[in-house]
């Protein structure tokens, strides 16, 4: 019953800005990780940000610090990841996933970590 669901994707010119969006269901009672992972074409998916939904641990990429931000409203069960000064190789198919395994949470949810519900995904084009 685990359902994530990403918007916010687009195309965007470089220096721009997107804020994607995660709303997820079925991990609400219990702890978990949450976040967001990436991959462009001929290239290995790569940990973007992710967070603890309790703890609020949080991890980020070397080449997002700075530049990206999770936050997320309780309310709507919605993860967000602000995306300012976008670069061209920040172009990528962006997916928010999850993990709840004893693991995955007590290691901060590093996205080292096998990460198991996925959602579908939403495009992030950054042109130069």
């Known amino acids: 019953q685990v359902q994530l669901v990403e918007s916010g994707g687009g195309s965007v010119q470089a220096g721009g800005s997107l804020r994607l969006s995660c709303t997820a269901s079925?991990?609400?009672?219990?702890?978990?990780?949450i976040g967001w992972f990436r991959q462009a074409p001929g290239k290995e998916r790569e940990g973007v940000a992710t967070?603890?939904?309790?703890?609020?641990?949080?991890y980020y990429a070397d080449s997002v610090k700075g530049r990206f931000t999770l936050s997320q409203d309780n309310a709507k069960n919605t993860l967000y990841l602000q995306m300012n000064s976008l670069k061209p190789e920040d172009t990528a198919m962006y997916y928010c996933?999850?993990?709840?395994?004893?693991?995955?949470?007590?290691?901060?949810?590093?996205?080292?970590?096998?990460?198991?519900?996925w959602g579908q995904g939403t495009q992030v084009t950054v042109s130069s």
């Open positions: 996933a999850a993990d709840r395994s004893y693991r995955t949470v007590s290691f901060g949810c590093s996205p080292k970590y096998n990460y198991n519900y």
């Open positions: 079925g991990l609400i009672s219990s702890n978990y990780c």
């Open positions: 967070s603890h939904n309790q703890r609020g641990s949080t």
